[in-house]
């Protein structure tokens, strides 16, 4: 049991409602494929080779457009084929991933954390996991994978972009992953903030965090 620790906010949460476009001015549908990371550790960080980018593309055309966000251990940029630069665009160097998450209608992924506060936002999530086996032995996870992704999970690029073009989305299930996810965001995270943080350190007080609510 940790003590001592009060939930205050979310970044995602804050920033739902804004206008995030990244110069996504047409009226394309926009998908964000944000896989992690492979390697041991920092020094041997890659992204995966596991998303079709030509198959992607000529299954959707030119009603979609696909945006990176490679992991930030990973240093080298992703390989974009010529004929796809007017389909791909990359922000693996964007400074915040909430606001690319904001201009996605739908996410893409691998076993990547993003996917809690991507579920916020209510929208469609897949999941391209060709390597899952290989990827539960080396790391491991902490639920069962298939069963607790808030998303299908596709072995094939040809797969995944059935799924996108069939639009056969199972919002429910994102709002049951983001509820269990997230019992405790109620929409006063700044108002605690100010009240058991901000103002007690502007008059010397020492802070006094009270015991959180059981979890349900």
């Known amino acids: 049991h940790v003590t001592g620790v009060q939930t205050c906010a979310l970044p995602i949460y804050r920033l739902v409602g804004d206008d995030v476009d990244h110069g996504l001015t047409d009226d394309r549908t926009t998908i964000l494929y944000a896989p992690t990371f492979r390697g041991a550790d920092l020094n041997e960080a890659s992204a995966?080779?596991?998303?079709?980018?030509?198959?992607?593309?000529?299954?959707?055309?030119?009603?979609?457009?696909?945006?990176?966000?490679?992991?930030?251990?990973?240093?080298?940029?992703?390989?974009?084929?010529?004929?796809?630069?007017?389909?791909?665009?990359?922000?693996?160097?964007?400074?915040d991933v909430n606001e690319v998450m904001l201009a996605a209608d739908i996410l893409v992924t691998d076993y990547s954390s993003i996917i809690f506060e991507y579920a916020l936002l209510g929208r469609p999530m897949a999941f391209l996991a060709p390597d899952l086996a290989a990827y539960e032995r080396e790391r491991g996870f902490f639920f069962d994978y298939?069963?607790?992704?808030?998303?299908?999970?596709?072995?094939?690029?040809?797969?995944?972009?059935?799924?996108?073009?069939?639009k056969s989305f199972d919002l429910p299930?994102?709002?049951?992953?983001?509820?269990?996810?997230?019992?405790?965001?109620?929409?006063?995270?700044?108002?605690?903030?100010?009240?058991q943080v901000v103002l007690p350190a502007l008059r010397g007080e020492p802070l006094r965090i009270p015991a959180s609510a059981p979890r349900r």
């Open 48 to 95: 995966p080779e596991l998303l079709d980018i030509l198959a992607l593309r000529r299954v959707l055309g030119d009603r979609y457009r696909l945006i990176l966000r490679l992991h930030p251990f990973v240093k080298s940029a992703m390989r974009i084929p010529d004929e796809a630069k007017d389909f791909v665009v990359d922000a693996s160097r964007e400074p």
């Open 146 to 166: 298939r069963s607790g992704v808030p998303g299908p999970v596709f072995e094939t690029t040809d797969q995944l972009a059935e799924w996108i073009d069939a």
């Open 173 to 195: 299930r994102v709002a049951r992953f983001a509820a269990a996810s997230f019992d405790v965001l109620d929409g006063r995270a700044t108002e605690r903030l100010v009240d």
